[in-house]
Protein backbone atom coordinates (compact mmCIF):
# COMPACT_ATOMS: atom_id res chain seq x y z
CA UNK A 1 0.00 0.00 0.00
CA UNK A 2 1.47 3.31 -0.87
CA UNK A 3 0.45 6.12 1.23
CA UNK A 4 0.93 9.76 -0.13
CA UNK A 5 0.15 12.60 2.23
CA UNK A 6 -0.55 15.54 0.55
CA UNK A 7 -0.10 19.43 2.09
CA UNK A 8 -1.94 19.75 5.55
CA UNK A 9 -3.99 22.54 5.67
CA UNK A 10 -3.18 23.92 8.71
CA UNK A 11 -5.52 27.33 8.77
CA UNK A 12 -8.55 25.07 8.41
CA UNK A 13 -11.71 27.15 7.20
CA UNK A 14 -14.90 27.22 9.13
CA UNK A 15 -17.04 24.91 6.53
CA UNK A 16 -13.82 23.35 5.40
CA UNK A 17 -13.55 19.42 5.46
CA UNK A 18 -10.52 17.24 4.91
CA UNK A 19 -10.44 13.79 4.51
CA UNK A 20 -8.10 10.39 3.68
CA UNK A 21 -9.29 8.45 1.21
CA UNK A 22 -8.32 5.53 -1.16
CA UNK A 23 -7.66 4.95 -4.45
CA UNK A 24 -7.07 1.86 -6.83
CA UNK A 25 -6.47 0.88 -10.47
CA UNK A 26 -10.07 -0.78 -11.03
CA UNK A 27 -8.56 -2.19 -14.61
CA UNK A 28 -5.43 -3.63 -12.45
CA UNK A 29 -7.95 -4.93 -9.94
CA UNK A 30 -10.19 -6.48 -12.55
CA UNK A 31 -7.45 -8.05 -14.35
CA UNK A 32 -5.56 -9.50 -10.86
CA UNK A 33 -9.19 -11.15 -9.70
CA UNK A 34 -9.47 -12.92 -13.40
CA UNK A 35 -5.86 -14.21 -13.32
CA UNK A 36 -4.81 -12.48 -16.16
CA UNK A 37 -1.66 -10.58 -13.69
CA UNK A 38 -0.12 -11.68 -10.80
CA UNK A 39 1.49 -8.22 -9.33
CA UNK A 40 -0.34 -6.04 -6.69
CA UNK A 41 -3.48 -3.76 -7.55
CA UNK A 42 -2.16 0.03 -8.10
CA UNK A 43 -3.24 1.83 -4.85
CA UNK A 44 -2.36 4.70 -2.72
CA UNK A 45 -4.13 6.04 0.28
CA UNK A 46 -4.38 9.95 -0.10
CA UNK A 47 -4.84 11.89 3.57
CA UNK A 48 -5.63 16.18 3.68
CA UNK A 49 -8.52 15.60 0.59
CA UNK A 50 -10.39 18.57 0.46
CA UNK A 51 -13.76 18.01 -0.25
CA UNK A 52 -15.53 20.33 -2.86
CA UNK A 53 -18.50 21.05 -3.44
CA UNK A 54 -17.43 23.49 -6.36
CA UNK A 55 -15.82 20.70 -7.96
CA UNK A 56 -17.94 18.04 -10.17
CA UNK A 57 -15.31 15.12 -10.16
CA UNK A 58 -13.02 13.02 -7.89
CA UNK A 59 -9.62 15.81 -9.22
CA UNK A 60 -6.24 13.84 -8.36
CA UNK A 61 -2.56 15.39 -9.11
CA UNK A 62 -0.85 14.28 -12.16
CA UNK A 63 1.78 12.09 -9.94
CA UNK A 64 -1.29 10.57 -8.36
CA UNK A 65 -2.44 9.14 -11.79
CA UNK A 66 0.72 8.43 -12.57
CA UNK A 67 1.34 6.29 -9.85
CA UNK A 68 -1.80 4.12 -10.56
CA UNK A 69 -1.28 3.89 -14.12
CA UNK A 70 -4.81 5.19 -14.98
CA UNK A 71 -6.15 5.38 -18.53
CA UNK A 72 -6.45 8.54 -20.36
CA UNK A 73 -10.57 8.58 -21.16
CA UNK A 74 -10.84 12.15 -23.01
CA UNK A 75 -10.54 15.39 -22.53
CA UNK A 76 -12.85 18.31 -20.85
CA UNK A 77 -13.36 21.95 -21.50
CA UNK A 78 -13.43 22.82 -17.74
CA UNK A 79 -14.44 25.71 -15.98
CA UNK A 80 -11.66 26.93 -13.69
CA UNK A 81 -11.24 29.99 -11.54
CA UNK A 82 -8.58 30.91 -14.23
CA UNK A 83 -11.54 30.38 -16.88
CA UNK A 84 -11.98 27.26 -18.98
CA UNK A 85 -9.31 25.27 -19.50
CA UNK A 86 -8.47 22.14 -21.24
CA UNK A 87 -8.60 19.35 -18.90
CA UNK A 88 -7.85 15.04 -19.00
CA UNK A 89 -10.20 12.40 -17.89
CA UNK A 90 -9.08 9.97 -16.67
CA UNK A 91 -10.59 6.06 -16.03
CA UNK A 92 -12.23 3.41 -13.57
CA UNK A 93 -10.75 4.72 -10.26
CA UNK A 94 -12.08 3.05 -7.67
CA UNK A 95 -12.56 4.78 -4.73
CA UNK A 96 -13.20 4.32 -0.97
CA UNK A 97 -14.29 6.76 1.71
CA UNK A 98 -15.81 5.88 5.48
CA UNK A 99 -16.61 2.03 4.07
CA UNK A 100 -18.16 3.01 0.99
CA UNK A 101 -16.64 1.49 -2.80
CA UNK A 102 -17.53 3.22 -6.42
CA UNK A 103 -16.12 3.34 -9.38
CA UNK A 104 -15.81 7.07 -10.97
CA UNK A 105 -13.55 9.11 -13.23
CA UNK A 106 -11.56 11.68 -12.39
CA UNK A 107 -9.63 14.83 -13.88
CA UNK A 108 -6.47 15.66 -13.61
CA UNK A 109 -4.98 18.53 -11.32
CA UNK A 110 -1.60 19.81 -12.87
CA UNK A 111 -1.44 22.84 -10.93
CA UNK A 112 -1.75 22.00 -7.14
CA UNK A 113 0.03 19.03 -5.38
CA UNK A 114 -3.58 17.90 -3.40
CA UNK A 115 -6.72 16.21 -4.59
CA UNK A 116 -10.32 17.41 -4.32
CA UNK A 117 -13.48 15.23 -3.99
CA UNK A 118 -16.30 16.64 -5.64
CA UNK A 119 -19.91 16.29 -5.70
CA UNK A 120 -20.78 13.77 -8.41
CA UNK A 121 -18.52 10.85 -6.20
CA UNK A 122 -20.08 12.08 -3.19
CA UNK A 123 -23.72 11.37 -4.87
CA UNK A 124 -22.44 7.99 -5.77
CA UNK A 125 -20.68 7.23 -1.95
CA UNK A 126 -24.01 8.51 -0.38
CA UNK A 127 -21.75 11.13 1.27
CA UNK A 128 -22.63 14.68 2.26
CA UNK A 129 -20.53 17.42 3.79
CA UNK A 130 -20.91 18.05 7.66
CA UNK A 131 -19.60 21.78 7.43
CA UNK A 132 -20.40 22.12 11.34
CA UNK A 133 -17.78 19.06 11.93
CA UNK A 134 -15.30 19.22 9.82
CA UNK A 135 -16.37 15.69 8.33
CA UNK A 136 -18.39 13.70 5.90
CA UNK A 137 -21.66 12.37 7.03
CA UNK A 138 -22.90 8.97 5.68
CA UNK A 139 -26.26 9.31 4.36
CA UNK A 140 -28.87 6.32 5.12
CA UNK A 141 -28.43 3.03 4.08
CA UNK A 142 -30.18 -0.07 6.09
CA UNK A 143 -33.50 -2.22 5.49
CA UNK A 144 -35.57 1.19 6.00
CA UNK A 145 -33.90 3.85 4.23
CA UNK A 146 -31.53 4.60 1.01
CA UNK A 147 -30.06 7.11 -0.31
CA UNK A 148 -30.63 5.59 -3.67
CA UNK A 149 -33.76 6.32 -5.12
CA UNK A 150 -35.37 5.27 -8.25
CA UNK A 151 -39.02 7.28 -8.10
Keep these: ???LSIPYF???QMGQVIITL?????????LQMRGFITQEVRFVQLTDVLV???ATLLCLPSSVITQLGLVQGGEANVE???GVQKGRIFRDVDLYIEGRQG???CLELTEVSYALLGVIPMQI???EPDLKNHKLRLLPMNSEQSYLTVL
Design 1 to 3: MRK
Design 10 to 12: PDR
Design 22 to 30: NVTNRIDKV
Design 52 to 54: DTG
Design 80 to 82: TSA
Design 103 to 105: TVD
Design 125 to 127: LGL
